[in-house]
């Protein structure tokens, strides 16, 4: 689509090339849903293409992924035999409704600030125990000091997130040691190839302890359910009651709140099966 309220487009090579911070200033990455439909109230478009980000970074600790690094580069990556929850990468990638073109042009860091129930990116990151690192605006009156936050907070309800006005996300990272855990995933919709109405993920280390569940898309935001060692079908069931009530999930074309409450337990008691 063409946005004809758009007067200038910056390509900063560093954050301090930006200048003072407009409320009619748009951040732009992949650009899939910003140039998806109008955006009356955007006048400046900042491209994050020129602030030269390497999309992954491994390392002992874990893996970096740049917000500017393409749904294609994670799909591609191999990472260490040691982490074994790298095929989660390319289960989550494959839960996403889109075309080779967005394939191919969407971000990371898009999806997880788009903050919608069903971003694949934000189950994913967050089953992964992803941080996220915030870089305020320079001008701002922290001084541009970053802060972090845990992908699970940074999400607050449907197309709501923590960012404040000129807050960029930087990079995600998932510790080493969410990456090295055993893992099961369970994902439906109602139509073939349509938008989740749940996507489920649970790891658990290797000798069977930590055991995390993280439920998406059938909730506004993310929700974990952690325990120490691996918990029975009633302590789970329990547990997501205790956490979820029924008015917790989210309701949508996709689905009811009955629904998704149901298949919530459904695919949960699949996941920690299979893991124990």
């Not at 990638?93 to 129930?117: H, R």
Request: charged fraction near 20%; aromatic fraction near 8%.
């Amino acid at each position: 689509m063409n946005l004809n309220t758009i007067e200038e487009v910056k390509r900063p090579t560093s954050a301090d090339q930006i200048g003072q911070w407009r409320d009619d200033y748009a951040w732009l990455a992949g650009g899939t849903w910003l140039f998806s439909e109008p955006q009356a109230a955007t006048r400046t478009l900042i491209d994050l293409d020129g602030l030269g980000w390497a999309p992954l970074t491994a390392t002992a600790e874990g893996l970096e992924i740049a917000a500017t690094c393409r749904v294609v580069d994670l799909h591609d990556f191999k990472g260490p035999a040691e982490w074994r929850a790298v095929p989660l990468f390319r289960a989550c990638i494959d839960a996403f409704l889109m075309s080779f073109k967005i394939w191919n042009a969407a971000t990371v860091g898009g999806n997880i600030v788009m903050s919608l129930p069903a971003g694949a990116m934000i189950s994913l990151t967050s089953a992964l125990e992803g941080v996220c690192t915030l870089w305020p605006h320079p001008n701002q009156s922290n001084g541009g000091a970053p802060r972090e936050v845990p992908v699970v907070d940074f999400v607050t309800g449907n197309h709501r997130n923590v960012l404040r006005p000129g807050e960029l996300l930087r990079s995600i990272h998932l510790p080493a040691s969410a990456l090295s855990k055993r893992h099961a995933m369970r994902q439906v919709s109602l139509t073939h190839l349509g938008r989740s109405a749940a996507l489920i993920v649970g790891t658990v280390g290797q000798d069977g302890t930590d055991f995390l569940l993280t439920i998406t898309a059938s909730t506004p935001r993310p929700v974990q359910l952690r325990f120490a060692a691996m918990p029975s079908a009633d302590e789970l069931r329990r547990a997501i009651d205790e956490r979820l009530p029924p008015a917790a999930y989210f309701a949508d074309v996709h689905g009811s709140a009955p629904y998704k409450r149901h298949i919530t337990y459904y695919l949960a008691e699949q996941i920690r099966a299979e893991l124990a």
